[in-house]
């Protein structure tokens, strides 16, 4: 079974500019997420989809964060504009469905720097 | 507020012997755990999982326990290898919406 795919694998760009990432989670997987992980730490969750619905965003920086899952099956993340602490990989997850006993798989993710 | 964390920030042993690598967690409403493996340049890869209602599982290798009365998580891998340098991340699951909060992560250290 493929995994979860996303690109681009790497990105650099300046503070103020935006970036936009791209998943595709696990073929049949209903469940989408979205992580932050900045270095030495764990994935702290941005975003949850549930098919195209949101889920929680209640740890998304509204003001600049916003994420899309338009059909139910790839989805978007972008940051306009970046700022300095932004810089972290971006990883996305995705499981069969919202509940418990649901493992997440995961990404590779994109690593972000912010100059 | 609650939280999960990791006792040791890293954890070194000799190849071939067993590694054990612990968690504490403080939300005792969490009913689902996770430990992740994470290699470098890569996303977290599930090892296994454990729910609140056993207190033991086994797969291939490695061991999970939970103690649900001093909430204590533990991963056991029997005859370390080169290739089980990573770092770890337990995860717990709290409520209906699968949400899966993080340690920081411990990181394990093989030496040949």
């Known amino acids: 079974e493929a995994g979860v795919a996303q690109s681009p694998r790497y990105k650099i760009i300046e503070k103020r500019q935006s970036v936009a990432f791209w998943c595709n989670p696990i073929s049949g997987h209903a469940t989408l997420y979205w992580y932050q992980q900045i270095l030495g730490q764990g994935p702290k969750l941005l975003i949850q989809?549930?098919?195209?619905?949101?889920?929680?965003d209640s740890q998304l920086p509204k003001d600049r964060f916003s994420a899309e899952r338009l059909k139910g099956v790839d989805s978007t993340l972008k940051i306009q504009p970046a700022k300095l602490e932004d810089s972290a990989v971006y990883l996305c997850?995705?499981?069969?469905?919202?509940?418990?006993?649901?493992?997440?798989?995961f990404g590779d993710g994109t690593r972000l720097s912010i100059l | 507020g609650e939280s999960v964390g990791l006792h040791l920030p890293t954890l070194s042993v000799q190849e071939g012997d067993n590694s054990i690598i612990n968690c504490a967690y403080s939300?005792?409403?969490?009913?689902?755990f996770i430990w992740y493996k994470q290699e470098s340049g890569k996303g977290p890869q599930f090892i296994i999982d454990i729910r609140s209602n056993m207190d033991k599982r086994q797969g291939q290798r490695v061991t999970v326990l939970l103690n649900k009365t001093v909430k204590h998580l533990s991963l056991q891998i029997a005859a370390t290898q080169p290739g089980d340098s990573a770092v770890y991340f337990c995860a717990e699951n709290t409520g209906a919406n699968s949400k899966l909060t993080f340690g920081k992560g411990i990181t394990l250290s093989v030496r040949p």
């Open positions: 989809f549930q098919n195209n619905g949101v889920v929680d």
């Open positions: 997850a995705s499981s069969l469905q919202v509940g418990q006993g649901q493992p997440q798989h």
């Open positions: 939300n005792s409403a969490s009913d689902y």
